[in-house]
């Protein structure tokens, strides 16, 4: 017999049943329209009350990587995947002892990891990030030397291209005394002169890449790599073999697809490191919210309990991602305009087959000499993209992203259909 949670429930399931005519959505701390309901919150091109109105000549925009995709998964399952939080749950600063972290939700990512044989984790530390995104300047401050140290060195970081631009808009915005934004791994690899052995490089290495979705390794001899395993999971890439890296850095807003929650976690082996990130956590934001923490516990439990049976969460994004790429490649399979990455099939280990690669983002190429701002090409058939300029990848390629709601990639696939049928035999 429920009591005290009666009234929250019926809130979240009013909210719930309110109709946006499936092109929207409403949220407990949504608007509240002039009836006194929660206003629906619309996909891109959606309007009115309802969401039931598509604007006609919208741009399709797959911009971002909002990975809406696997909203309908979770909606589907709202009982597996809703979590109560009491009004007193966890209200202190300390859970744990001074690291900050549910001991339990430590113990399931490592269960995820061992189910999903992504990663190896055993013998080594995991630390929680607001995102992955506060994990990476968290690692190149605990992996550059310290600012008191006598050694002058700085830490170099640099990645190659195409590369996540965070990593390099954010080492800048951030930069310390002891490290900074040294560009692309293929400049220094070919340099003449091998750098200074006191000069210590820092690699983003990114593998599934993006915006690529290449497998990728380390260039530098040498560096400290962190490797960026956001889309290692079977929604987005063939899991040939668990990765065993030193510095291994995994999100839940590309696992589970939750990216408003903010929670991402690094696998660490050297205990230093470890130390020493756990510190910056400190100092920085006092750990991850607990809130968070509880609700990716139950979303990590519900993942986990359905790994390799019907409905797990892997088969529904790798089902819809490849369905996805199965209709834009065929579009653009008549073009001699455009062309998308090549990735070959590839050996699962998850799947225990050989599949189709199903990358998260499309990286167009515009093949005409005319067309050098590629993006501006897309833009002016109502495709709204991601220039390959911020992936320091030039303006030839541009980046489309596969992963957001179904209703932006319909707009997407209209869009690049009526574009490449413009295109003359
Ligand atoms: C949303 C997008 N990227 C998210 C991302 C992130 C962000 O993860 P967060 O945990 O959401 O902060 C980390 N690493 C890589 C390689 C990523 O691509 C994007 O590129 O549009």
Same mark, same amino acid.
């Given at each position: 017999l429920l009591t005290w949670t009666h009234d929250a429930a019926a809130e979240a399931e009013a909210v719930a049943a309110?109709?946006?005519?499936? =092109?929207g959505r409403a949220f407990l701390d949504g608007l509240i329209a002039s009836d006194g309901r929660p206003s629906c919150e619309c996909n891109t091109c959606y309007r009115g009350r309802d969401c039931s109105l598509l604007l006609p000549d919208c741009a399709a925009d797959a911009d971002s990587g909002d990975p809406l995709f696997l909203e309908p998964y979770w909606q589907q399952h709202a009982a597996l995947s809703a979590v109560v939080v009491s009004g007193? =749950? @966890?209200?202190?600063? $300390?859970?744990?002892?001074?690291?900050?972290?549910s001991l339990q939700l430590e113990t399931h990512l490592r269960l995820l990891h061992e189910a999903v044989g992504n990663a190896v984790t055993d013998g080594k530390f995991i630390v929680f990030g607001s995102g992955s995104t506060q994990l990476f300047n968290a690692l190149i401050r605990s992996l550059s030397p310290d600012n008191d140290s006598s050694s002058s060195s700085l830490s170099n970081v640099v990645a190659s291209a195409p590369y996540y631009p965070m990593y390099k808009a954010q080492t800048a915005l951030l930069d310390g005394r002891e490290f900074e934004w040294e560009g692309l791994t293929s400049d220094w690899a070919n340099a003449s002169s091998s750098p200074s052995p006191s000069t210590n490089f820092i690699e983003f290495v990114t593998s599934p890449n993006n915006p690529d979705g290449t497998l990728k390794r380390p260039v530098l001899p040498g560096s400290t790599v962190i490797h960026d395993h956001a889309y290692y999971w079977p929604h987005y890439s063939a899991i040939p073999a668990p990765s065993e890296e030193d510095i291994m850095v995994f999100t839940d807003s590309k696992l589970s697809g939750h990216a408003s929650s903010r929670f991402g976690w690094a696998v660490i082996k050297d205990e230093g490191v470890y130390r020493k990130l756990n510190r910056y956590l400190k100092l920085n934001s006092m750990g991850v919210s607990r809130d968070t923490q509880l609700r990716v516990l139950k979303l990590v439990k519900v993942i986990i309990a359905k790994v390799k049976k019907q409905d797990d969460i892997f088969d529904f994004g790798y089902t819809t991602l490849s369905e996805r790429w199965s209709k834009l490649n065929k579009i653009l399979s008549?073009?001699?305009r455009f062309s998308l990455q090549k990735l070959p099939p590839q050996y699962c280990s998850y799947f225990n087959k050989i599949r189709d690669p199903s990358p998260a983002f499309g990286w167009v190429k515009?093949? $005409?000499?005319?067309? @050098?701002d590629c993006a501006a090409v897309l833009l002016k058939a109502g495709i709204i993209s991601r220039t390959g300029i911020i992936f320091e990848a030039g303006s030839r390629y541009t980046r489309l992203s596969l992963i957001k709601t179904e209703d932006d990639m319909d707009l997407l696939l209209q869009r690049f259909e009526s574009l490449v049928s413009q295109e003359e035999p």
């Open positions: 309110v109709n946006c005519s499936g =092109h007193w =749950h @966890r209200m202190s600063y $300390r859970t744990n002892g001074d690291n900050f972290i008549s073009s001699t515009c093949e $005409r000499e005319e067309d @050098r």
